[in-house]
């Protein structure tokens, strides 16, 4: 397997990731704990586990002024609203974002998914000019 085909994983159970567990760990330490529960969960040994990371990154959403802690979704009657953020200003400007796929909203899949979409508008776009 290449390190571009090996899957990313995202750990984020309900208990570690209520404040008073998450505070006070740095970056670091968090990620030893994901590594302890997965492994837990999916019964591989956690050295093997452990040895298979290739690189972590960990993002506070709490912290973040821009996210606040939330993600999008989609309240009743707003079939459409995905579609309608992912339409293009202009044919300039160009939108990618979890909000913008209404297959996956408010997940990693739908935002990795938004971001290929928007790339191939662009480069529709710019084929054209
Ligand atoms: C608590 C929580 C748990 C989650 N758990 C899961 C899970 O288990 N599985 C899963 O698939 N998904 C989960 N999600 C959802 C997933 O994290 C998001 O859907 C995904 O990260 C969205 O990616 P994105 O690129 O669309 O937006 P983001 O990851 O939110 O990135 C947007 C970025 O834009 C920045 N930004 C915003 N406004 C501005 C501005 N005006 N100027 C400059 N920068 C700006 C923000 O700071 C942020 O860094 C969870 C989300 C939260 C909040």
């Known amino acids: 397997m290449s390190r571009s085909s090996v899957p990313g994983l ?16 740095t970056a670091d330490q968090l990620v030893e704990r994901a590594i302890d529960d997965f492994a837990a969960t999916v019964d591989v040994p956690r050295a093997r586990l452990a040895s298979a990371v290739r690189h972590h990154h960990f993002h506070d959403y709490r912290a973040d002024p821009c996210a606040r802690g939330a993600y999008s979704y989609t309240r009743v009657s707003g079939t459409g609203a995905a579609e309608g953020l992912a339409r293009p200003l ?3 400007l160009f939108f990618a974002g979890e909000a913008t796929n209404a297959d996956y909203e408010g997940s990693v899949a739908g935002a990795l998914a938004s971001g290929a979409r928007a790339a191939r508008e662009v480069l ?6």
């Open 10 to 25: 995202r750990v984020c159970q309900p208990r570690a990731c209520s404040r008073s567990t998450l505070a006070g760990h």
């Open 124 to 129: 529709r776009m710019s084929r054209r000019a």
């Open 90 to 92: 202009g044919g300039r």
